[in-house]
């Protein structure tokens, strides 16, 4: 674990980089943080939200997933899978729009090109798609990337949705990720 084993280590050293992150510019953070219960989770979003404003004002907080949490804390927006199983990009901003908090930034993982189509045709505001180079958990490539024709190909599918290229992305590649089209780059290993 990077942070070591501790939820207190872990906890410090996620929040030392959400300050990194909003004093860059970073523009958005997904908060992807699977094994917190609900509490939890709120209670570091609505950290991690000061964090931003403290120190920035720019960040936007995506939570992974968690419409409840994003609304409840009032995070910026929900960050979804392409899973048929996930809400939509329509049904989170009905529940922003009924609970009274604004807007929602809705994003979107995609892996192939027919995941893109329908992320745009869903209307959500970006789309995150790879793994262009690769796809590593643990430091074990558990993945090939699809390459840059995919992400060039999936950049041109979603007009004008921006494409966040993501999987193996550094500061050695994050160039022609550009270049073929991407609005951006997304990333975890990048970021630490």
């Not at 189509?117 to 869903?122: G, K, P, S, T």
């Not at 190909?153 to 994050?174: K, Q, R, S, Y």
Request: one cysteine or more; glycine letters at 14%.
């Amino acid at each position: 674990m990077r942070f070591g084993d501790s939820a207190v280590a872990r906890r410090a050293g996620l929040l030392a980089d959400a300050v990194r992150w909003a004093e860059l510019g970073v523009d958005f953070v997904q908060l992807r943080e699977k094994t917190l219960d609900a509490g939890e989770l709120v209670e570091l979003a609505r950290t991690m939200i000061g964090v931003f404003r403290e120190h920035g004002g720019t960040t936007k907080l995506l939570v992974n997933e968690r419409a409840d949490v994003a609304i409840a804390t009032g995070a910026d927006g929900v960050h979804l899978t392409s899973s048929s199983s996930e809400l939509t990009a329509a049904q989170v901003r009905t529940l922003f729009a009924q609970a009274g908090s604004g807007e929602a930034v809705v994003g979107v993982s995609c892996h192939t090109l027919a995941d893109v189509v329908q992320a745009r045709e869903a209307g959500v505001d970006l789309i995150l798609f790879g793994p262009v180079f690769e796809k590593r958990v643990g430091g074990e490539l558990v993945s090939e990337g699809v390459r840059l024709e995919a992400l060039r190909g999936a950049c041109e599918i979603a007009g004008p949705t921006p494409v966040l290229a993501l999987g193996g992305v550094d500061e050695g590649n994050a160039s022609i990720c550009l270049e073929a089209g991407a609005a951006g780059i997304a990333g975890i290993r990048c970021f630490q």
